[in-house]
């Protein structure tokens, strides 16, 4: 059974920085591809960035694109958001994904298994 744990989310106000970790276990991820998602209230789920295990390619979202670097420790099994220049619109609960496509997917329903997220709160 494949489990996501994020955690290192919290309150930081507007221009400081977080990092989230993801916790990957339950099967080999050799060939897969990780995620990172965010929903604000009322809103959709949202792709972050995604990179893939082996080859660490990397896709993000524009609206992150020069202040979130995505990153893994394949070692670990663990993949990372560095989030830097924080804005109040980046509040949103953000989870972790993880599929197994031929591409590195920027929509939701590319991922097979999801975490149960974390809170990042920005204030202005």
């Known amino acids: 059974q494949v489990q996501l744990v994020e955690s290192g989310g919290g309150l930081v106000q507007a221009g400081g920085s977080l990092r989230l970790s993801c916790a990957a276990s339950g099967r080999t991820f050799s060939s897969s591809v990780m995620g990172w998602f965010r929903q604000a209230p009322g809103k959709e789920r949202d792709f972050v960035a995604a990179?893939?295990?082996?080859?660490?390619?990397?896709v993000y979202a524009d609206a992150v694109k020069g202040r979130f670097t995505i990153s893994r420790d394949k070692s670990k099994n663990m993949v990372f958001l560095q989030m830097t220049s924080l804005k109040p619109e980046d509040t949103a609960v953000y989870y972790c994904?993880?599929?197994?496509?031929?591409?590195?997917?920027?929509?939701?329903?590319?991922?097979?298994?999801w975490g149960q997220g974390t809170q990042v709160t920005v204030s202005s």
């Open positions: 990179i893939t295990w082996s080859g660490g390619s990397q």
């Open positions: 994904a993880v599929g197994w496509g031929r591409r590195v997917g920027n929509t939701v329903s590319e991922y097979d298994y």
